[in-house]
């Protein structure tokens, strides 16, 4: 503003020493009193726009450089519910139908909070309404909207959201209680199940399919993909959604395999913040043509745009598959496989997962499997090919490093229901886990999932110092780990005595994996309760480029705000 005025303001002085010398003396009150009403015009005017909320960030207003601090920045202007909260309402009736949102409490606390994370919202932090898009064009005119009037907006999927990535940070402050001195206002959530849930297109000659956020990764392969021989490898939780798989770019026990949703997701309909809509790329598996900006949305949690649609990779499956799971009295000798293998080079392991013996004694416990297993660290196998003796190879590699690495016990299934009964073991370790925490704590005891990921020649260490870690606090913690890429989770089991106590041992493992050159999250994601080890992991420059882009798509900062790292000068939170 002082640029542009000052530039201004030159050019009028300019202008008016150019002319005749004469008519000096005339003209320096008019010009004064033109330099006045100028100013208070300007100054009334750009006090007016922010106070309407200044969506478009003028260019001499960004800082120089190519990143942007948090010192750089104001606080956001967010739409005033006293002045403008009917008339947004008002007009989000004309393009939405009534029964397509809702302000019941009961969707608004559904779509507030859930079981899975320690890090509750604030009793504040609930969203104004819950919207329900039909499709793509509906998403644009939504954004349009929100855009036009300040208002931020969570996209929302499945509402697993571990780490608080659907939390409604910016909302009406009735108790004046929160740790901010941040601006009131409204959140709208837009909810993709209820019409945004279909898989528009499978293209088998071309192993991709086109589907919605709110299609569940299972049904996609249940329903859709196994009677045609295929399948979507990034397998989550059961209802898992695409769309927020792509907001955290999760991945599952096949990563080892079929990799990441980075490596998974061939292009992406977008909708931007003021509503404009793109499309990252065409349908061919290679391209060389311009930026990534796929993978730009991968991962970055709704904060950078809406996605309403993706084409996915789609893989072919084994025909010949196998389960093997190997026992180790020794967790370090477990890993020790792990890195033989991939050293070596052996291709068809689907999938490699490590339960320790804190998981096999809670699944012994639990009842949950028809059979009992060793309480020892565990590794389970899925094993594939099209080819019944390159299967039979793969097997023998298996057994040969697993006796190398003096494993305690080596098993194979031989038909589908004994790979059932070995596999049952990891499907079981979510409510094993809790059966055994109520018998630990009591039947009020909360699980608090949280996933890092380091080098796999540190996972046994950074594993054996969490778990020593959860036993010195007086909890209760048991690993599950997709560790062919070092990716692990430890469940610790808590109640509300000892939760002050859980955080602390969290909190400590992501500082530990960063310590081990390792990342504070392998899939769960940032949300609001590992900015600070974002920060920590990635450093302060590194961040500020990342706001940089942030601030460059969306500059009136409605888009899933306060998620990953700060954008707000006001936010005193962690």
């Given at each position: 503003?002082?640029?542009?005025?000052?530039?201004?303001s030159?050019r009028?002085?300019?202008?008016?020493?150019?002319?005749?010398?004469?008519?000096?003396?005339?003209?320096?009150?008019?010009f004064?009193t033109g330099i006045?009403l100028?100013?208070?015009?300007?100054?009334?005017g750009?006090?007016?726009?922010s106070f309407?909320?200044?969506?478009?960030?003028?260019?001499?207003?960004s800082?120089a450089g190519?990143?942007?601090s948090l010192k750089?920045?104001?606080s956001p202007?967010y739409?005033?519910?006293?002045?403008?909260l009917?008339?947004?309402?008002?007009?989000?009736s004309?393009?939405?139908?009534?029964q397509d949102?809702?302000?019941?409490?009961s969707?608004?606390d559904?779509?507030?909070f859930?079981n899975?994370t320690?890090?509750?919202?604030?009793?504040?932090?609930?969203?104004?309404v819950?919207?329900?898009?039909?499709?793509?064009?509906?998403v644009?005119?939504i954004?349009?909207?929100?855009y036009?009037f300040g208002?931020p907006?969570?996209?929302?999927?499945?509402?697993?959201?571990?780490?608080?990535?659907f939390?409604?940070?910016?909302?009406?402050n009735?108790d004046k209680q929160?740790?901010?001195e941040?601006?009131d206002?409204?959140?709208?959530?837009l909810?993709f199940n209820?019409y945004?849930?279909k898989?528009?297109?499978?293209?088998?000659?071309d192993?991709?399919c086109?589907v919605?956020?709110a299609v569940?990764a299972?049904d996609?392969n249940?329903e859709?993909?196994d009677?045609?021989?295929?399948?979507?490898g990034?397998?989550g939780a059961p209802?898992?959604?695409?769309g927020?798989?792509?907001?955290?770019?999760c991945?599952?026990?096949?990563a080892?395999?079929?990799?990441?949703?980075k490596?998974?997701?061939?292009?992406m309909t977008v909708?931007?913040?003021?509503?404009?809509i793109?499309?990252?790329?065409?349908?061919?598996?290679k391209s060389s043509?311009?930026?990534?900006?796929t993978?730009?949305?991968?991962?970055?949690?709704g904060?950078?745009?809406?996605?309403?649609?993706?084409?996915?990779?789609?893989?072919v499956?084994?025909v010949?598959?196998t389960i093997?799971?190997v026992s180790?009295?020794?967790?370090?000798q477990?890993?020790?496989m792990?890195?033989?293998?991939?050293?070596?080079?052996?291709?068809?392991i689907?999938?490699?997962e490590l339960?320790?013996?804190?998981m096999?004694k809670a699944?012994?416990f639990?009842?949950?499997?028809s059979?009992s297993?060793?309480?020892q660290?565990?590794l389970?196998?899925?094993?594939?090919?099209?080819n019944?003796?390159?299967?039979n190879?793969l097997?023998?590699?298996?057994?040969?490093?697993?006796k190398?690495?003096?494993?305690t016990?080596?098993?194979?299934?031989?038909?589908?229901?004994?790979?059932?009964?070995l596999?049952?073991?990891?499907k079981s370790?979510?409510w094993?886990?809790i059966?055994?925490?109520?018998?630990?704590?009591?039947?009020d005891?909360?699980i608090?999932?949280?996933?890092?990921a380091v080098p796999?020649?540190h996972?046994?260490?950074?594993i054996?110092?969490?778990?020593?870690d959860?036993?010195d606090?007086?909890?209760y913690?048991?690993?599950?780990?997709?560790?062919?890429?070092?990716?692990?989770?430890?469940?610790v089991m808590y109640?509300k005595?000892?939760?002050?106590k859980?955080?602390?041992v969290?909190d400590?493992?992501?500082?530990r994996?960063?310590?081990?050159e390792?990342?504070?999250s392998g899939?769960h994601g940032?949300?609001t309760?590992?900015r600070k080890?974002?920060?920590?992991?990635l450093?302060d420059?590194?961040?500020s480029v990342?706001?940089?882009?942030?601030?460059?798509?969306?500059?009136?900062?409605?888009l899933?705000?306060?998620?990953l790292?700060k954008i707000?000068?006001?936010?005193k939170k962690?």
């Amino acid at each position: 503003m002082t640029i542009m005025f000052r530039a201004f303001s030159n050019r009028i002085g300019c202008r008016f020493a150019s002319s005749s010398s004469q008519s000096g003396n005339r003209f320096r009150l008019g010009f004064g009193t033109g330099i006045a009403l100028v100013s208070f015009g300007f100054f009334g005017g750009y006090a007016w726009s922010s106070f309407t909320i200044a969506q478009n960030v003028p260019l001499f207003l960004s800082p120089a450089g190519s990143k942007t601090s948090l010192k750089d920045l104001c606080s956001p202007e967010y739409l005033n519910p006293t002045f403008a909260l009917d008339k947004f309402n008002n007009r989000l009736s004309q393009i939405v139908e009534k029964q397509d949102m809702s302000f019941l409490q009961s969707d608004i606390d559904d779509h507030s909070f859930n079981n899975y994370t320690l890090h509750k919202p604030q009793d504040n932090e609930r969203p104004h309404v819950i919207v329900y898009p039909r499709d793509t064009e509906h998403v644009s005119r939504i954004m349009k909207l929100c855009y036009e009037f300040g208002v931020p907006v969570i996209p929302f999927a499945g509402g697993t959201s571990i780490e608080g990535q659907f939390v409604s940070t910016r909302n009406i402050n009735s108790d004046k209680q929160c740790e901010c001195e941040q601006q009131d206002t409204v959140t709208v959530v837009l909810d993709f199940n209820k019409y945004m849930n279909k898989v528009l297109k499978i293209n088998a000659d071309d192993l991709d399919c086109v589907v919605q956020p709110a299609v569940v990764a299972k049904d996609l392969n249940d329903e859709y993909l196994d009677k045609l021989g295929l399948l979507f490898g990034p397998d989550g939780a059961p209802g898992c959604e695409i769309g927020g798989q792509i907001g955290t770019s999760c991945s599952g026990t096949n990563a080892f395999r079929y990799g990441t949703m980075k490596e998974n997701v061939v292009n992406m309909t977008v909708v931007m913040a003021d509503g404009t809509i793109i499309k990252t790329r065409q349908r061919p598996k290679k391209s060389s043509n311009g930026y990534n900006l796929t993978g730009l949305f991968i991962g970055s949690e709704g904060t950078l745009g809406v996605v309403t649609e993706a084409t996915v990779k789609l893989h072919v499956k084994p025909v010949y598959e196998t389960i093997s799971i190997v026992s180790f009295q020794e967790l370090n000798q477990a890993t020790k496989m792990v890195q033989l293998l991939t050293k070596k080079g052996i291709l068809g392991i689907n999938a490699i997962e490590l339960l320790d013996a804190n998981m096999m004694k809670a699944i012994n416990f639990s009842g949950q499997t028809s059979r009992s297993w060793k309480e020892q660290p565990t590794l389970l196998f899925k094993l594939g090919s099209h080819n019944k003796r390159i299967l039979n190879e793969l097997i023998d590699d298996i057994k040969g490093l697993s006796k190398d690495t003096n494993c305690t016990s080596c098993e194979f299934a031989d038909t589908p229901n004994q790979q059932e009964e070995l596999w049952s073991a990891r499907k079981s370790i979510f409510w094993s886990s809790i059966d055994y925490g109520r018998h630990l704590f009591g039947p009020d005891v909360k699980i608090w999932s949280t996933d890092i990921a380091v080098p796999v020649s540190h996972l046994s260490t950074v594993i054996d110092d969490s778990l020593k870690d959860v036993t010195d606090a007086g909890l209760y913690g048991t690993i599950v780990g997709h560790v062919g890429d070092g990716n692990f989770h430890c469940l610790v089991m808590y109640n509300k005595e000892n939760e002050q106590k859980a955080l602390k041992v969290i909190d400590n493992m992501s500082i530990r994996a960063i310590a081990y050159e390792g990342t504070c999250s392998g899939e769960h994601g940032i949300g609001t309760s590992k900015r600070k080890f974002l920060t920590m992991e990635l450093g302060d420059d590194t961040i500020s480029v990342m706001r940089r882009i942030k601030m460059a798509l969306d500059p009136a900062r409605i888009l899933n705000p306060d998620k990953l790292f700060k954008i707000d000068p006001a936010d005193k939170k962690d």
